[in-house]
Nanobody, 122 residues
Framework: FQLQASGGGLVQAGGSLRLSCVAS????????IGWFRQAPGKEREGLSY????????TFADSVKGRFTISRDAAKNTVYLQMDSLKPEDTAVYSC????????????????WGQGTLVTVSS
């Protein structure tokens, strides 16, 4: 099982980035896949998750209205569209998956991908 995250980079405040998470070795529709981030010196923060049965769910107030999660089952890929980026969004972003979607909400999913660094300059 593998989750491959990509799409991070350097962007100015107010800009946009789209992160991708490709899942392999899974039956994609069985999974809830979500995004987490960890900024330097801070705890990991869960942002949102999506599944075939429940659709998108964003639970981090800090990104509501700015970040949108989506999925493309044909590509086994989950995306995180990040708009109106702020310097405080600077962090390593990781995707994670579990067959039990509650584990995405509680921050203990079984499968993790490597992180991708997002840096937002002021």
């Amino acid at each position: 099982f593998q989750l491959q995250a990509s799409g991070g980079g350097l962007v100015q405040a107010g800009g946009s980035l789209r992160l991708s998470c490709v899942a392999s070795g899974f039956h994609f529709d069985d999974l809830a896949i979500g995004w987490f981030r960890q900024a330097p010196g801070k705890e990991r923060e869960g942002l949102s998750y999506i599944s075939a049965t429940t659709g998108p769910y964003t639970f981090a107030d800090s990104v509501k209205g700015r970040f949108t999660i989506s999925r493309d089952a044909a590509k086994n890929t989950v995306y995180l569209q990040m708009d109106s980026l702020k310097p405080e969004d600077t962090a390593v972003y990781s995707c994670a998956a579990d067959r039990i979607r509650a584990r995405l909400r509680t921050g203990v999913p079984t499968y993790w991908g490597q992180g991708t660094l997002v840096t937002v300059s002021s």
